[in-house]
C-alpha cells in the first residue's frame, strides 16, 4: 500500500516519487500549468488555500528551498509559518514527534519537511493525524519529490514530449535525493533512456535496478543527449576518499561547451542549484544558451503550487 | 415547464441582439469555463469585438474547494489584455447558485480593476444562494433544485441544452 | 516436586526420538521416557495429548538489559519472557553498562539471575575490557566467575592484533570466542544493506563485503592460533560458503544466524520501518535464502533470538537515527516452526538448532530429553494460532518487525530444573 495515496487513489502526501502513478504525476504537471500565470497577474494570488496553516519544517537548513515553498503557499494564500531546526545529536528523535505533535496541536493543515535523515518525511507522514498532509522537501539522499516534479516541469516545457528523450544525469548520484526522484520521474513518464554518469565512487549500489544505464566516461554518456542534468557536488566531498580534487572531478566530468557540444545540439543542461561553477559545470554553460537553470527555479514555485493545491483539496485538508 | 429544451442557436442570436447596442470599444467579453466559454465564442463572433475573448477558469476561486478539492482538468484562465478600466462582459452557460460567478469576479479583480462587469447568462434556471442577477438572459426556467441543466457541445460544434 | 506429562509427542534431537511417549519428571531430572520408574506418583500430571514436548530452547543471544538499560527491560521481565518462549538457558551478550569485564559484575547477574523465576543464565564475558577492543579482560577469573565464552558483541574490533592476541590467549586455556564478524571501516556510517534497496531508499549501505572481509581474518587468525571460534550473526551467502569451506577443511569452527534473517530481507524495509533496523542488517533475497538452505544442510548450527529489546523512544525517530536491533525471545520457536514448515524439514531437525545444537556450542547441560539429564523441557501446540502484539508479549521490548504478524505454535509449559517456570494462561 503506498502511503502516499487516499484509498480511492488520490494524493494525501508528497513523500516520493517512486511508485506514484504516471496519472498523477501528469495532473500535478497539468495543474502547474495553470499556476503558471498567477505571478504575472497584478494579483499575484488565488485564494485556494486561504484559511490553511502551512509549517515549513526545516530539520536542516536550506533558504532556497524554504523560500521557493514559502512563495508557492502565499501565492495560494496560505498562512505559512518557517521553522528552522537545527537537530543536534542530542536532541533528535524525540524532538520531532513532540515538534510533529505541538504544530498539530496548532490546526496545521500541511507539513513541508526537509531532514537529513532518509525516510524522516514518511516517519512524520506515519504518526500525523489524518488531516494533515506532509511534503518531502528534501529527507536524507532518499527523496526530493518536488525538485524531480518541476525537473519534469522544465523538461516538457523544452521537450514536449518524454517518451523519445534521452537524459542524462550527472555526478554525486550516490548522495542526491534529487537524482534518485529524478531517475522515478524519468522512468515513470517513459522516457526510454535514463542514464547516469559518475565515477565508481559516487553511483551507488545497484543503481541500475532503477532503470538507468550506467557510464563512467562522461563523453560516451553524454553522446546523443536531449537533457542534461549536472547535479550538485558538495563541498565536504571534492577532496577525500570519494575524490582525489575537484579539479580533477572538473577534468573528467564537469560540463564544459566540448562536452556540451557531444550531445544533441538543441539539448537542454539543468541544475537543480546551487551550481558550483568550475566543478561540476563551466560557467559559459551555466550561463549559455541552452542553459534552462533560470526557468527550473521559476517553474518551481508553478509547481509546488500544484501540489499544495491538489493536496489540500484531497478532501481532509 | 417544457418537456424538452429549446434549440441553441436561436437563444444566442437574441442574447446577441439585446448586447449589442451596450457594446463599447473598451468592452471585453470574458467566457467561464467550460460552457461559457462555448457561448462567449459565439457571442464574440457574432458582436465583432475588436479585443479578443478572454476565458476564466473559476477552480481557484471555489468556495467548495476543501470539501471537493481541485477539479481534475483545469484549464489556465486567459485575459490577454490588460482588464484596467475595461467594460467586461462576463459570459456563462447556466446560472444557479450564483457562486461560479461569484468567483468568477474575485478572480477578473486579481487581474485589475474593470470599470465595469456585466453579466450575460444563456440560461436562468432559478435557485439563487447569492445576490445576483444576470444582465442579459437568453432564458428563463424554472428547475427543480434536484436537477440540472446542462450545456453541451457535439463534435461538430452545435451545442445543445438538457435536462437530467 | 514430581511431574508427569503424558501422551505428548517426544521430540528428542540428541537421540533422534520422534515418538508419543510419557516423561517423568522429579528432583529437577528427567526420570523416566516412555516408562515410569517404579513407585513414580506424579504431584502433578500435564496432559500433553495433541501438543510436542521437547528439550527446554537454549538460545545464544539473548539481552536481559542489566545491568544499565533497566529502562528498556529488567531481568525480570526478559527472564520471564524468555520462559514464555520455552527457552530454558540462554547466553548474554555481555554489552551492558558497565559491560561484563570484571568477574564482580558476572557474578551478580548469576546471583540476581538465580533469585528470579525462568531460565538459566550463562554469560558470556567481554573479550576486552570496557569491549573497547583494546585490552584483553581477564578471561580466566571471568571464566571460574561463570562465563561460557567471550565476545566483543557487536563492539567494533579495530585492531587485529588485539584479535590475535585474544585468540591466542583463549586458545591457550581453550576458551572460547564467539566474534559477529564485521569490518568496522567497511561498515562505517551504514544503517542498511548496500544494495538495491537501500539505494533507492537513500539509506547509507553495510556492503557484504564488510562480513566477509572480517570473516576471512578471523577464519585466518583462527586456523593459526587454534582458538575455539564461534561465528554470531552470519548474514551473508558468501559468509556462509566461507564457513562452509572452513568447516569442509577440518576447522573446528561453529556458527548461528538470527532468527529475523530467516525471514525478513532488505526488501522488507521499504516502509522506512525501524523495528527493521537490526545489526546485521537485512540482506537481499539471495542471502536470506542461502540462510534458509545452510540451516537444512546443516552449515548453520545454531539458530538464536539476537533479544534485543528497547524502549520505544528511541525506535520512533527516523530509521538512521534508530537503535537496531529487535525483541525476539517469544518469537525464536514461532520462527523456527515457520522455517521448518516451508522448508519442508521434520521438527526434530528444526528443534535442533535451537535446543541440542546451541547446548553443544555453549557447553551446558540441557537440550536434551535423556533420562537423566536436567528436568529442562518445553511443551508446546505446533498448531496454535496467535497474533504478536504488545499485549501478547511478555517482554517489555515491543521492538519486533513481527508486530501485528499471525505466528503459528506456542508454547503452554516451560519447565526449567523440575518447576513449572511458565504455565500459558488458558
Known amino acids: 500500500m503506498n502511503p502516499q495515496l487516499t484509498e480511492d487513489g488520490r494524493l494525501r502526501h508528497l513523500l516520493t516519487l517512486d511508485g506514484l502513478p504516471r496519472a498523477i504525476l501528469m495532473q500535478i504537471l497539468d495543474t502547474a500549468e495553470s499556476f503558471m500565470d498567477v505571478g504575472e497577474r497584478e494579483v499575484k494570488k488565488v485564494p485556494i488555500l486561504r484559511g490553511k496553516s502551512i509549517f515549513n519544517l526545516f530539520f536542516e537548513p536550506s533558504t532556497r528551498t524554504r523560500t521557493t515553498f514559502e512563495i508557492a503557499a502565499k501565492r495560494l494564500s496560505a498562512d505559512v509559518v518557517n521553522l528552522n531546526i537545527a537537530t543536534s545529536s542530542q536532541t533528535k528523535g524525540e524532538a520531532i514527534l513532540d515538534t510533529v505533535d505541538n504544530l498539530a496541536a496548532m490546526h496545521a493543515d500541511m507539513f513541508i519537511v526537509r531532514h537529513s535523515q532518509s525516510g524522516a518525511a514518511h516517519f512524520i507522514a506515519r504518526h500525523v493525524a489524518p488531516h494533515i498532509s506532509v511534503i518531502n522537501a528534501g529527507d536524507g539522499r532518499h527523496a526530493h519529490p518536488t525538485q524531480g516534479l518541476l525537473d519534469m516541469f522544465t523538461i516538457r516545457r523544452f521537450k514536449g514530449e518524454f517518451h523519445n528523450l534521452t537524459v542524462a544525469i550527472v555526478g554525486d548520484v550516490l548522495h542526491s535525493r534529487v537524482a534518485r526522484s529524478q531517475i522515478h520521474a524519468l522512468t515513470t513518464l517513459g522516457v526510454p533512456e535514463v542514464r547516469v554518469i559518475g565515477p565508481k565512487t559516487l553511483l551507488p549500489t545497484g543503481v541500475e535496478q532503477m532503470g538507468v544505464r550506467v557510464f563512467h566516461d562522461m563523453e560516451a554518456g553524454l553522446a546523443g543527449c536531449d537533457v542534461i542534468i549536472m547535479l550538485r557536488l558538495q563541498n565536504e566531498r571534492m577532496k577525500g576518499a570519494l575524490l582525489p580534487s575537484a579539479q580533477e572531478y572538473f577534468k573528467f566530468f564537469g560540463l564544459t561547451p566540448e562536452k556540451l557540444a557531444l550531445a544533441k545540439p538543441d539539448a537542454i543542461v539543468m541544475h537543480p542549484g546551487p551550481m558550483n561553477r568550475g566543478v561540476e559545470i563551466d560557467s559559459e554553460v551555466a550561463d549559455g544558451p541552452q542553459s534552462v537553470i533560470l526557468p527550473q527555479v521559476t517553474y518551481g514555485i508553478a509547481v509546488r503550487m500544484a501540489v499544495m493545491a491538489l493536496l489540500a483539496g484531497t478532501g481532509n485538508a | 415547464m417544457p418537456a424538452s429544451l429549446p434549440d441553441v442557436d436561436p437563444l444566442i442570436v437574441r442574447l446577441a441582439g439585446a448586447i449589442a447596442p451596450t457594446i463599447t470599444p473598451d468592452t471585453v467579453i470574458v467566457g467561464i469555463h467550460t460552457g461559457g466559454v462555448w457561448v462567449a465564442e459565439r457571442l464574440h463572433a457574432m458582436l465583432k469585438c475588436s479585443l479578443p475573448l478572454g476565458t476564466l477558469d473559476i477552480s481557484f476561486y471555489r468556495d467548495d474547494f476543501s470539501r471537493i478539492g481541485l477539479h481534475p482538468q483545469v484549464k489556465p484562465s486567459n485575459l490577454p489584455f490588460d482588464l484596467e478600466g475595461r467594460d467586461i462582459l462576463l459570459v456563462d452557460d447556466v446560472l444557479h447558485s450564483g457562486r461560479t460567478v461569484r468567483a468568477a469576479m474575485n478572480e477578473l479583480f486579481d487581474y485589475g480593476r474593470p470599470a465595469s462587469i456585466r453579466l450575460a447568462v444563456l440560461v436562468d434556471r432559478g435557485g439563487r444562494e447569492l445576490p445576483i442577477r444576470p444582465d442579459f438572459t437568453g432564458l428563463e426556467l424554472d428547475v427543480p433544485a434536484h436537477q440540472n441543466v446542462n450545456l453541451s457541445r457535439l463534435d461538430d460544434g452545435h451545442l445543445t441544452l438538457s435536462l437530467a | ?426
Open chain 3, 1 to 426: 516436586m514430581k511431574i508427569h506429562i503424558k501422551n505428548g509427542r517426544v521430540i528428542d534431537p540428541m537421540s533422534a526420538r520422534d515418538e508419543v511417549a510419557d516423561i517423568y519428571v522429579a528432583a529437577g531430572k528427567i526420570v523416566g521416557n516412555g516408562h515410569a520408574p517404579a513407585d513414580f506418583h506424579a504431584n502433578r500430571t500435564l496432559d500433553a495429548t495433541g501438543l510436542i514436548v521437547c528439550p527446554g530452547l537454549v538460545d545464544l543471544s539473548v539481552r536481559l538489559r542489566e545491568p544499565g538499560f533497566e529502562y528498556r527491560a529488567t531481568l525480570e521481565s526478559e527472564m520471564l519472557a524468555a520462559a514464555a518462549g520455552g527457552i530454558t538457558s540462554l547466553a548474554c551478550p555481555p554489552d551492558t553498562d558497565p559491560p561484563l569485564d570484571e568477574p564482580g559484575l558476572v557474578e551478580m547477574l548469576k546471583f540476581r539471575a538465580r533469585n528470579l523465576p525462568g531460565p538459566r543464565v550463562y554469560p558470556i564475558g567481554a573479550m576486552t575490557q570496557k569491549l573497547e577492543g583494546q585490552m584483553l579482560t581477564e578471561m580466566a577469573e571471568l571464566t571460574e566467575a561463570g562465563c561460557r565464552a567471550f565476545t566483543q558483541a557487536d563492539a567494533p574490533m579495530t585492531d587485529t592484533q588485539v584479535l590475535l592476541r585474544a585468540m591466542e590467549y583463549a586458545a591457550t586455556f581453550s576458551f572460547s570466542l564467539w566474534l559477529r564478524p564485521q569490518d568496522v571501516s567497511l561498515a562505517k556510517g551504514g544503517v542498511a544493506h548496500d544494495g538495491a534497496v537501500a539505494t533507492r531508499l537513500g539509506l547509507p549501505g553495510i556492503p557484504a563485503l564488510a562480513e566477509t572481509v572480517a570473516l576471512a581474518t578471523i577464519l585466518q587468525l583462527a586456523r593459526e592460533t587454534g582458538a575455539r571460534v564461534h561465528i554470531a550473526r552470519l548474514s551473508t551467502r558468501d559468509g556462509i560458503a566461507m564457513v562452509r569451506a572452513a568447516k569442509a577443511q577440518g576447522l573446528a569452527v561453529t556458527c548461528d544466524v538470527a532468527s529475523t534473517h530467516v525471514h525478513l530481507s532488505e526488501n522488507d524495509l521499504v516502509s522506512f520501518d525501524s523495528h527493521l533496523h537490526l545489526v546485521p542488517p537485512l540482506r537481499s533475497l539471495r542471502d536470506r535464502d542461502a540462510i534458509r538452505e545452510a540451516l537444512r544442510d546443516g552449515s548453520i548450527d545454531a539458530l538464536c533470538s539476537d533479544h534485543t529489546p528497547v524502549d520505544e523512544d528511541v525506535k520512533q525517530v527516523p530509521f538512521g537515527e534508530s537503535a537496531a536491533g529487535a525483541s525476539g525471545v517469544e518469537l525464536l520457536l514461532p520462527l523456527t516452526l515457520k522455517w521448518a514448515r516451508e522448508m519442508e524439514v521434520p521438527l526434530l531437525q528444526a528443534i535442533d538448532l535451537i535446543s541440542w545444537k546451541p547446548a553443544q556450542i555453549l557447553g551446558v547441560p540441557g537440550g536434551t530429553l535423556a533420562v537423566g539429564s536436567c528436568a529442562d523441557i518445553c511443551i508446546f501446540d505446533e498448531t496454535a494460532e496467535w497474533v504478536v502484539t504488545s499485549r501478547t508479549l511478555a517482554s517489555q521490548g515491543d521492538n519486533t518487525p513481527f508486530l501485528n504478524h499471525p505466528m503459528q505454535g506456542r508454547v503452554r509449559y516451560t519447565l526449567i530444573d523440575g518447576h513449572i517456570d511458565f504455565e500459558a494462561p488458558r
